[in-house]
């Protein structure tokens, strides 16, 4: 559909371009014959004077440079002068449009082309006395030599009008494109919110109807509003973040060194390891990376606890981070349930999850790769993901190193 808009406005655009091709052609030639004639015209007056003062060849050697050539005819055609070759030897030109026209109305003119497609001839006749015409005639250009000439031009003219329609064209798309986005994220936010609100109100409301008669289920309806609350708390905190990253401010940056970083969040995701069953690897050397600390711990948070949850019982987190000439590299490997190659360029969507029971379950939000993907882009660092179903995934995101922005 889109496709055959698109050539329908491609096709559009050529015939345009033909189309002002043509008409600035036509105008240009109209004006440019125009010219001619009239210079030839002036060409006319002057050698008719110096005609009936006997004294041509002066006035030809006057205008051998402009290669106009004079012809002098009598009423039956009979050539008495020319400028370019004897008289005698020209042909009778009783049958040129332009002189029988001159001897009739007083003037006449006209056009041939020459041998040449490029070249035209130009004439133009008029009458002298009773029984003669004086003729001047030149050669110029023919339209097609001006098309020719004029061709380039219009051609850089029309690309150049291209290309900006493209960019308008793309920016607008863009545009469109990024409110069908925020609109469908509201959409989302607000469905994500209702399931945990639903689930509060409805307990809160058993425990104040006295519904829960014993203790042991007050505690596990307040445990189900808690857990619910949290929900919305990390959801919530999850939207704040991804609409500061969108918002464009520019947050400082500074070197950070990301195996400190990625030491103290394997620290802290320690208890949720064990949780599941995972043991937790690190490995690296000081490397210093532009980031906030903020946007560091993000990242590294975000993806080993992605690891550590799509994970399997009794698996491992391998998380490394090395100095790699002017870059730093950060791997985080799991050996869990890996991701189908259908899912894998569109986990970085918002909201997107392969199996949102599973995400749901262990506490996502289906938010944390949209947040890492939005400061890897900040942050100028590249992500690469591998992974296999069953076998597990590898994330290497590649940073520009901290000393080679600073120029250390
Ligand atoms: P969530 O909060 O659901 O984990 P994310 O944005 O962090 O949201 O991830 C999006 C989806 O990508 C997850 O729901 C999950 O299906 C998939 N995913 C992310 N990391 C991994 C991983 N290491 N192994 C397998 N699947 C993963």
Redo the contacts with the bound molecule.
Sequence with gaps: MKRKRNKGLIAAAALAILATLLLTVAVCYHFFKKQIMEDLKVYAVLAESVFAQEDISSFERALGEEAVRITVVEQDGTVVYDSYMPAGEMENHGDRPEIRQAFAKGEGSRIRRSDTLDRNTYYYAKRIDGERVLRVSREGDSAYRIMEFAFPYLLSAALLLSAFGIVIRRRQEDLVQNARLRQEFTANVSHELKTPLAAISGYSELIENGMAARQEEIIRFAGEIHKNANRLLTLINDVIRLSELDGGEEETLSPVNLWEIAQSCAGMLQLEAEKHGVTLFSEGEDAYIMASRQMAEEVLY??C???I???KKDGSVFVTVRKHSQEVLLT?K?T????PGE?QDR??ERF?????S???S???????????KHILIKLNAKLVLK?QPEK??E?TVTFPSAKNREGR
Excluded: C
């Design positions: 975000n993806l606890d992605n690891a949850r799509y994970n985080v799991d869990g349930i890996g991701i899912h986990i970085f997107y999850r392969v199996d949102k599973r995400s749901k262990t506490g996502g939000t289906g938010l944390g790769l949209a947040i890492v992974s597990g995934t994330i």
